[in-house]
């Protein structure tokens, strides 16, 4: 059944966001940063970040890191109304579009928004396939000149729902944990062999996190640098995300801290 009129739009946003407070309430949370500096409620967070991650896990960054500068950018199809109305209620900034299909004004209200904040898209998104990087979040990275940051993240034998994610619903008072990397610094002006590169790259570091905060969840381990995080608001992102940030690192060098290839560009003609 669609839920199509603002009544229902309203009422349904308003009761998902009470169960997911209520529900994501009872994990426990712990993350291991390659760099703490890039989650926004570090006291040194410093410049704006795109932050990507699989759109199954949407749960717990959404729960998270709410009311920390961050604006999410969702399709317009009207499957993504509820989302709308919950990631605005939960603390997030919201752009509905695309970077490709459609999308010049999102790219200028994406543009205004990273001048002063930081952004965050499920690249798989809106509907797959599944842990499949669309290009979009490479491309506005180099457009934009703010480095990506990938978050993979993963619960202890969630419920998978049979949509085209396979939608992870953690057990309540289980584990979740997130494998978060550096901040990789992508190229100004990239062209469609470079978008390539990096699209293959970060979409292999990004299923290689989130396979290994999967395994972390599920063993229950303690990792060297795991900390644990909770629910709370920024004190610092709506003034420093306009500020300018540290270099962030190569994806090349960022993949070889996790022993993965990079990606060679094709060969001129």
């Given at each position: 059944?669609k839920?199509t009129?603002?009544?229902?739009i309203?009422?349904?946003?308003?009761?998902?966001?009470?169960?997911?407070?209520?529900?994501?309430g009872?994990?426990?949370?712990?993350?291991?940063?390659?760099d703490?500096?890039?989650?926004?409620?570090?006291?040194?967070?410093?410049?704006?970040k795109?932050?990507?991650?699989w759109?199954?896990?949407?749960?717990?960054p959404?729960y998270?890191?709410?009311?920390s500068?961050?604006?999410?950018?969702l399709?317009r199809?009207?499957d993504?109304?509820?989302?709308?109305?919950?990631?605005?209620?939960?603390?997030?900034?919201v752009?509905?579009?695309?970077?490709?299909r459609g999308g010049?004004?999102?790219?200028?209200?994406?543009?205004e928004?990273?001048?002063?904040g930081n952004?965050?898209?499920?690249?798989?998104?809106p509907?797959?396939?599944?842990?499949?990087l669309?290009?979009?979040?490479v491309f506005?990275?180099?457009t934009l000149?703010?480095?990506?940051?990938?978050?993979g993240?993963?619960?202890?034998?969630?419920?998978?729902?049979?949509?085209?994610?396979?939608?992870?619903?953690p057990?309540p008072?289980?584990?979740?944990?997130?494998?978060?990397?550096?901040?990789?610094?992508?190229?100004?002006?990239?062209?469609?062999?470079?978008?390539?590169?990096y699209r293959?790259?970060?979409?292999?570091?990004?299923?290689?996190?989130?396979?290994?905060?999967?395994?972390w969840?599920?063993?229950g381990?303690?990792?060297?640098?795991?900390q644990r995080?909770?629910?709370?608001?920024?004190?610092?992102?709506?003034?420093t995300?306009?500020?300018?940030?540290?270099?962030?690192?190569?994806?090349?060098?960022?993949?070889a801290?996790h022993g993965?290839?990079?990606a060679?560009?094709?060969?001129a003609?």
């Amino acid at each position: 059944m669609k839920i199509t009129t603002p009544f229902a739009i309203g009422g349904w946003s308003l009761v998902s966001t009470a169960a997911i407070r209520q529900w994501m309430g009872t994990l426990d949370y712990r993350v291991d940063f390659g760099d703490p500096e890039v989650d926004p409620v570090h006291p040194r967070f410093r410049g704006a970040k795109i932050y990507v991650f699989w759109h199954e896990n949407i749960l717990m960054p959404l729960y998270l890191r709410g009311h920390s500068n961050i604006s999410m950018l969702l399709s317009r199809h009207a499957d993504a109304n509820i989302l709308d109305r919950v990631a605005r209620m939960m603390g997030f900034g919201v752009v509905r579009g695309s970077t490709f299909r459609g999308g010049s004004v999102a790219l200028r209200e994406l543009a205004e928004r990273a001048a002063v904040g930081n952004l965050t898209i499920t690249p798989d998104g809106p509907r797959g396939p599944r842990r499949r990087l669309a290009p979009g979040c490479v491309f506005l990275a180099s457009t934009l000149g703010i480095p990506i940051v990938a978050m993979g993240l993963g619960y202890d034998r969630p419920w998978r729902f049979g949509t085209w994610d396979r939608f992870a619903l953690p057990r309540p008072w289980s584990r979740a944990r997130g494998m978060v990397s550096r901040a990789i610094t992508v190229p100004p002006d990239l062209d469609r062999d470079g978008l390539e590169v990096y699209r293959q790259g970060i979409e292999s570091l990004l299923t290689h996190l989130s396979d290994a905060a999967e395994a972390w969840a599920n063993a229950g381990d303690r990792r060297p640098g795991q900390q644990r995080v909770r629910k709370e608001p920024s004190r610092v992102a709506f003034r420093t995300a306009a500020e300018p940030g540290g270099p962030g690192v190569a994806l090349g060098e960022e993949l070889a801290r996790h022993g993965l290839p990079l990606a060679e560009p094709r060969a001129a003609a």
